[in-house]
Each structure stands twice: as C-alpha cells, then as structure tokens.
C-alpha cells in the first residue's frame, strides 16, 4: 500500500472514534513512522511503504483512536525549542506553560550569567527546568517532584538535552514541615494542578490519560496553589520571584492569596488567548 493509502485509511479509523483534527492526527503519526517532517508527507504520497512500517502505523493509530494522547503515542513532545521524551507517568507539556517559562525569564533578565538558584516544584517531565537550564547557563536548579516515575522521566529528559550539569532532582514535598532550607531561592517556579476536582471527569478522555495528580486542584482548583503561596516565599531570598501558572478564571483569587502573605509587586498576566494565566509576585 502506498504513503496516501495508509494516510487515507489511518484518517478514516481516527473519525470513526471520534477523534478531533483526525487528518492531523494522522499526518503525524504517519511522517512519525516513516521519519520524515510532517510537511515533507505530500511528497511521500505516491511512494509505497513496506508492511512493517505499514504495520507499525496502523497500531500507532489503533492506540491514538483508543484516545491516547498524540504525544503519549509519538513518545515526545516539543517544548520551547527542546524536544522532550513524555508519558503517561506526567503532565503533556502544554504552549501555556512555555509562557511561564518566558515570565520567568523576562523577570531575570539582565541576570541571566548570574549563579541563580531556582527551584521548580512539581516538575514533571522536567520541561520548565530544562528550559530554564537552556537560558539562564550559570543557574543551579532544584527539580522537585513527588512521583518516582515523573523524576526519572525528567532525569532522562534532562541527559538528553544535555542539561543535567546544573539540574538537581530532588524527590521531595517542599511543603513538609523542615523540608528545606529557607531564604535562598532566586526563583521559584510551578505549575500547579488547579483544575476544580469537579471539572476533571468532564475534561476530554485524552486529558484524562495524564496523571490526576497532577490536574485536580482540589474542591476550587486552589489547594495546591494556597499551599504554593504559603510556603514557597519562605525558600526566596528577600527580592526573589514567585511564578505560578493558574487557571483563567482565578486571577483574583490567587493575587488575595499573593497580598494577604505580604508578597509585592503581584501581578497576573494574560497568555496568547488573552486569558488569566501566570501570576508572579517578589519577596
């Protein structure tokens, strides 16, 4: 069969199953297998393919169809410039949080050759980290996280971009009473779950195939936050940044909780949709 025979078929199951942008969808996992861009899969279509690829992307797209995240099924997923290994032990690494990433930065600017010290609570598959590691070269960067799976998907993440030099991953909960030292932090960064747990069975059934954990932000969306807020300030340096990402609808809520620890210069910023998404405040 050719390229535009598998294509065509590949499209016609991800419809059958419901599944959005099926072209797409498709597409990608096809120029996946065949390990070319997705833009160069026109020029491919005519071209016939041998039935080990041919069958390599069909259970590819039975997996997608069964509601498997795209990037769950590619096995990676870009971030800001990186490309990063993801599953199903972490959060998929979202554009929203790439904007984190870009506030934190902005706030450090002119002192990205500095030794910094960051830390970034809950990290998942290390995307925030990583991507920091990339901009700020003389920062020291403590990676935490709960999960043993996320920790070592991030260790693995971080040898592969070549990061792992000023990378710390730490299995901790900073939020323990004497977790950690107190007053060092340049930086401290999170993404949150603050979705209500109410919403979370309602989200898409990809969405559902990431960790709860790391969605369900409590009775309001705000528990981890509220604890984030409480504690994290007393890791920064007096003049240290808080960075969060929030939920759209929790600006003002979370900028109370900001001013009611005495943080200053709170802010929230809007991402690309316009949309209430990252709160900072200083020390």
């Not at 992307?57 to 795209?70: A, C, Q, S």
């Not at 070269?137 to 991030?154: D, F, G, K, V």
């Not at 340049?186 to 059934?205: C, G, H, K, Q, T």
């Not at 990431?210 to 807020?229: F, K, N």
Request: charged residues 20%; positive net charge; aromatic residues 4%.
């Amino acid at each position: 069969m050719t390229v535009a025979g598998w294509l065509d078929k590949g499209i016609k199951h991800l419809e059958s199953k419901g599944v959005a942008e099926a072209r797409a969808n498709a597409e990608f996992i096809l120029a996946h297998v065949l390990k070319i861009s997705r833009g160069s899969l026109a020029l491919q279509l005519p071209r016939s393919v041998s039935e080990k690829i041919g069958n390599h992307f069909w259970n590819l797209v039975h997996e997608r169809g069964r509601r498997i995240p795209l990037a769950y099924v590619l096995g990676t997923q870009p971030f800001y410039g990186l490309e990063l290994a993801v599953g199903p032990q972490a959060l998929i690494p979202r554009p929203e949080t790439e904007e984190v990433v870009s506030a934190a930065i902005r706030l450090l600017e002119g002192r990205r050759h500095e030794t910094l010290h960051v830390v970034e609570i809950g990290t998942g598959t290390g995307c925030v980290a990583i991507a920091l590691a990339a901009q700020l070269p003389n920062a020291i960067i403590y990676a935490t996280e709960i999960s043993p799976a996320a920790l070592q998907l991030a260790e693995r993440n971080a040898l592969a971009t070549g990061k792992i030099r000023q990378l710390r991953f730490v299995r901790e909960d900073l939020f323990k009473t004497g977790a950690a030292p107190k007053g060092w932090a340049d930086l401290v960064i999170s993404n949150p779950p603050y979705i209500p747990s109410r919403e979370v069975d309602r989200l898409e059934p990809e969405v559902l195939k990431e960790p709860r954990l790391a969605l369900d932000g409590g009775p309001d969306g705000l528990s981890a936050i509220r604890a984030l807020v409480a504690q994290a300030p007393l890791l920064l340096k007096p003049g240290g940044w808080l960075v969060l990402e929030i939920g759209h609808d929790q600006g003002s809520a979370v900028v109370k909780l900001l001013e009611s620890q005495g943080l200053a210069m709170v802010n929230v910023m809007k991402d690309l949709q316009a949309l209430d998404r990252i709160a900072v405040a200083r020390r």
